[in-house]
């Protein structure tokens, strides 16, 4: 039986855009050349996911995990290359992204389910069990710029574990939250990504997690691609390269 890929990521390159320091006196509204600077996060790499397995990205900070993941979910755009999501419907978990500071939880709830293509009668039936799901009682109608990292993190959670997509990606959730959400996030995670038609990219430097729960793991450094295959392997790799 020939496999089903769920994503497709040929020559992705990522580049950012800054200004130079400048003298507001001097240029008046007009930046001369040489003052923009460049750097390129992600340098052309090339990876598949297979429908239903889960991939593990590793790397040290600044080596452009954060921004593939985000590049998957639509948030960045290639400069080049491309990604292919072959019709799967997709959603990114990751504090920070995604809700309205002056919006309350409810009504979060009601844009982040939107914005991943749910119909309002469809997030209305799930209401209920976000809202229980994510334990953060009243706050639930309270501004979400109100909310302590911990709360901000088990809302958005809550949210992309009850309305599921065909693609979860996330991006070092797990690691916040009180102990006992931790554990009750970290079971329902194995439960979702038990699922043999989803598929799921996870961004993390817990290596314990990464080896327990992917089928194979990405290790990108300086934007590019080091190594890419079974879990034990490469992160046996990473461990030597970072110890050394």
Not at 185 to 212: A, P, Q
């Amino acid at each position: 039986m020939e496999k089903e890929a769920a994503i497709t990521v040929k020559g992705l390159h990522i580049t950012y855009r800054g200004i130079k320091k400048f003298s507001i006196k001097k240029s008046f509204f007009k930046l001369k050349k040489g003052q923009r600077e460049t750097f390129e996060a992600v340098r052309g790499i090339s990876f598949e996911v297979e429908k239903g397995k889960i991939l593990g990205i590793i790397g040290k900070n600044g080596s452009g995990k954060t921004t593939t993941l985000r590049a998957l979910a639509g948030i960045f755009s290639p400069d080049k290359g491309e990604i292919n999501l072959h019709g799967n419907s997709i959603s990114l978990l990751s504090i920070g992204v995604g809700f309205q500071p002056k919006l309350t939880g409810k009504e979060n709830i009601y844009l982040s389910g939107m914005l991943l293509g749910f119909s309002e009668e469809e997030i209305k039936k799930k209401e209920k069990e976000i809202i229980e799901f994510a334990e953060i009682g009243e706050f639930i109608n309270r501004p979400v710029k109100t909310y302590s990292s911990g709360m901000y993190s088990k809302l958005a959670f809550a949210i992309t574990a009850i309305l599921e997509t065909d693609i979860m990606l996330i991006d070092e959730v797990l690691s916040v939250g009180d102990v006992k959400f931790k554990e009750k996030s970290y079971n329902k995670m194995k439960e979702l990504i038990s699922d043999d038609n989803r598929t799921v990219v996870i961004v993390s430097h817990s290596l314990g997690t990464l080896r327990e729960l992917c089928d194979e793991v990405l290790w990108l450094h300086n934007g590019q691609i080091k190594m890419i295959g079974k879990p034990d392997e490469v992160l046996k790799e990473y461990e030597d390269f970072m110890t050394k």
